[in-house]
Nanobody, 120 residues
Framework: QVQLVESGGGLVQAGGSLRLSCAAS????????MGWFRQAPGKEREFVAS????????SYVDSVKGRFTISRDNAANTVYLQMNSLKLEDTAVYYC?????????????WGQGTQVTVSS
């Protein structure tokens, strides 16, 4: 079981950028595909982006394509989400999880997440 801790959220103005990090424990991190999800107030949690175990393949929800980039550093047991050109509708709690790549289906337990708030 991989334990995950998200960080890097905060308050940012529309058009700004943030980089989220997801630190994983366990020696098997590099064997897992990883994904980012988000949950806005009053809405269901939704898939945002995913990356294969090697980092060679990625997938994004249409609403973030061209603005967000997922990456990973297996030596550091960390997956990142670079978010540029942020919009008000990106406001949400962001979570990482192991994922059934290429399907947008989370496999593990949810952590605390990290809050991203985009202001006008």
């Amino acid at each position: 079981q991989v334990q995950l801790v998200e960080s890097g959220g905060g308050l940012v103005q529309a058009g700004g950028s943030l980089r989220l990090s997801c630190a994983a424990s366990g020696r098997t991190f590099s064997s897992y595909a990883m994904g980012w999800f988000r949950q806005a107030p009053g809405k269901e949690r939704e898939f945002v982006a995913s990356i294969s175990w090697s980092g060679a393949s990625t997938s994004y929800v249409d609403s973030v394509k061209g603005r967000f980039t997922i990456s990973r550093d297996n030596a550091a047991n960390t997956v990142y989400l670079q978010m540029n050109s942020l919009k008000l509708e990106d406001t949400a709690v962001y979570y990482c999880n192991t994922i059934d790549f290429p399907y947008p289906r989370a496999l593990g337990s949810w952590g605390q997440g990290t809050q991203v708030t985009v202001s006008s």
